[in-house]
């Protein structure tokens, strides 16, 4: 994969610095585990999703959260779901914690959140640990109609942030991520 600007494979299992921004148009970071740590518990999140499946008629063993929520659109409660987590998602983000990367805003270039995490719970987050004003565009898990790993969400911040995938670094946590940044062909560096 032909990528300009740093060797993205280099930052690899490193925490990403100052430094490592320089060479891009844009930097997008990944939400929970990047900039904050959320107070979600995601057993009870998990248990939620279960019980609405109960009440509904269907059966959630087997089941992560995850999985949940991608089963929820093909049995008409993704709506409700996403409420539910949304909610809890949001009083996480009132009592995150902010992590270190957070201290790396603002950059001198357009920076982005792309989050798994749901839109309203970003932007909580980002007004509680006054970062708002250092990011440029928000897409959370259900501001496009797919989510990470998918690249649709990393390319609809990139879009918004008017910064082709070959310029642009994406900086997250998970192997979720990694494959994110891979599928949108857009260099990424791990925290």
């Known amino acids: 994969m032909s990528r300009d600007g740093p060797d993205p494979a280099a930052g ?13 148009d844009a930097v997008v970071f990944d939400l929970d585990g990047t900039l904050v740590d959320l107070a979600v518990d995601w057993g009870a999140a998990r248990a939620d999703a279960a019980a609405l499946f109960e009440t509904r008629g269907h059966d959630p063993a087997g089941d992560d959260l995850w999985g949940l ?39 001198s ?18 007004d509680t640990h006054d970062l708002v004003d250092h ?17 649709e969400p990393l390319l609809a911040t990139l879009s918004d942030l008017g910064v082709p995938p070959e310029r642009a670094l994406f900086v997250g946590d998970s192997e979720r991520d990694a494959v994110t940044a891979d599928r949108a062909d857009v260099a990424f560096v791990y925290v």
């Open 12 to 24: 690899a299992g490193t925490v990403a610095g100052p430094d490592e921004y320089d060479g891009y």
């Open 69 to 107: 929520l991608g089963r929820s659109d093909e049995l008409g409660l993704r709506t409700e779901l996403e409420e539910r987590l949304s909610d809890r998602e949001c009083d996480g983000a009132r009592q995150s914690d902010r992590l270190a990367h957070a201290d790396h805003l603002p950059l």
């Open 109 to 126: 270039v357009p920076t982005g959140v792309c989050s798994l995490n749901s839109e309203a719970a970003v932007r909580t987050a980002l």
């Open 135 to 151: 990011v440029a565009a928000v897409v959370g898990r259900d501001s496009c109609p797919t989510y990470k790993p998918d690249p």
